[in-house]
């Protein structure tokens, strides 16, 4: 402007350029106070993009700033996720660290029990898991008891399990992994057979002679929702070879529902190679087990070991009628003896 003035040539200008015109002072612009609208709009198009730049960059900006933080939110939420998840796996292997330390300490303890209860001497006579538990062995497990004269049989292994119901029990089979087969003959039923800690007959010989004193069972059974009932016999006796080793129950107690074994009370035993059943039909072999068939079941606790899923298409499996009926094959048995004058 000033240069224009110039070139026109008067002082006058200068005036104007001094006087009228607003005094410019670049280096104090006035405190605090905003310039004009309309000067702004007239000579600050520039400004005004900046400013619609420096909008957008700002909104730009607070968006990535947001995207940023949501990031951030799911990356912790992942960590803290898998933090949870070692923990929970660090637990469970713990667990199974106790859980293993615990079954090893169980055995050591087994294995010097079971050391003990052979160097008895006759005189106190150990016969059974119950003179056991009388002698303050109270943890179930592997035992060796001692030959004994007065009952006539030879050193052996037994389970005992020195908790159920007050404890003392001799457990004489038991039926859980289905790895073995109980369609045995006569000789293998007579002198017993399986794995002690897992599937196993104790043998006729063995049950007949435990049994010679006056004695109870028990009867536990697990179906294949977990659910546990038992059936308690107040007597239980089994007779020897020339009887067929015949049952003798006596009165039935439980949760079971229905008592499917004194059906087969007063009944001999019978084999797939010995049918001493009260049938035409030969039962041990319709049903697959060595069992005191009458005619021929209304339990079938040797019967076929079926696993879930295909255990309610059989009449061969393990069953207790009045439970589940005819064709439930059952997941778990146990059947134990103990005195009937038994204390705990
Ligand atoms: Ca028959």
Same mark, same amino acid.
Not at 92 to 111: C, G, H, P, V, Y
Not at 250 to 257: E, F, K, Q, T, W
Not at 310 to 335: A, Q
């Given at each position: ?21 607003? /005094?410019?002072?670049? @280096?104090?612009?006035?405190? =605090? ?31 990535? $700033? ?21 923990? $929970?796996?660090?637990? *469970? ?8 330390? @615990? ?15 052979? %160097? ?13 538990? @009388? *002698? ?10 001692? /030959? &004994? &004269? ?33 369609? @045995? ?15 196993? #007959? ?5 049950? =007949? ?5 006056? %004695? ?25 070879? $020339? ?20 059906? =087969? ?5 019978? %084999?797939?190679?010995? &049918?001493? &059943?009260? +049938? ?6 319709? *049903?697959?087990?060595?069992? #005191?068939?009458? +005619? ?27 439970? =589940? ?20």
């Amino acid at each position: 402007m000033l240069k224009r003035c110039l070139s026109a040539g008067g002082w006058l200008c200068i005036f104007i350029a001094v006087f009228v015109s607003p /005094p410019v002072w670049p @280096q104090k612009p006035p405190k =605090h106070k905003k310039p004009a609208k309309l000067k702004a709009v007239a000579c600050c198009e520039e400004v005004r993009e900046l400013q619609a730049q420096t909008a957008n960059l700002s909104s730009l900006l607070s968006e990535l $700033r947001r995207k940023q933080e949501q990031d951030w939110v799911s990356v912790v939420m992942q960590v803290m996720e898998l933090e949870s998840s070692s923990k $929970r796996m660090e637990s *469970r292997l713990t667990e199974a660290e106790s859980k293993f330390s @615990q079954m090893n300490n169980q055995i050591d303890i087994m294995q010097l029990q079971a050391a003990q209860t052979v %160097t008895q001497t006759s005189a106190d006579a150990i016969y059974d898991c119950s003179s056991l538990y @009388q *002698r303050n062995y109270r943890i179930s497990g592997v035992y060796k008891l001692p /030959p &004994d &004269d007065f009952l006539g049989s030879p050193e052996m292994e037994v389970f005992c399990d020195m908790e159920t119901s007050g404890g003392g029990w001799t457990v004489v089979q038991r039926r859980k992994s289905g790895l073995v087969s109980f369609y @045995q003959d006569w000789r293998q039923y007579k002198q017993g057979f399986g794995s002690i800690r897992g599937d196993f #007959w104790l043998g006729n010989e063995n049950i =007949h002679r435990l049994s010679r004193r006056p %004695t109870r069972l028990r009867v536990e059974l697990e179906d294949w929702e977990g659910d546990v009932r038992y059936a308690e016999y107040s007597h239980f006796a089994l007779g020897n070879e $020339r009887n067929s080793y015949r049952l003798f129950l006596g009165n039935y107690s439980g949760n079971v529902g229905n008592d499917a074994l004194i059906y =087969h009370n007063n009944t001999a035993f019978s %084999t797939k190679d010995k &049918d001493n &059943d009260n +049938c035409l039909d030969k039962c041990a072999q319709l *049903r697959k087990g060595g069992y #005191w068939y009458n +005619c021929c079941t209304d339990s079938n606790l040797n019967g076929v070991h079926y696993h879930l899923g295909e255990h309610t298409k059989h009449l061969d499996g393990i069953t207790w009628y009045g439970w =589940h009926g005819s064709s439930y094959s059952l997941k778990r048995v146990e059947m134990k003896i103990r005195p009937e004058d038994f204390q705990p």
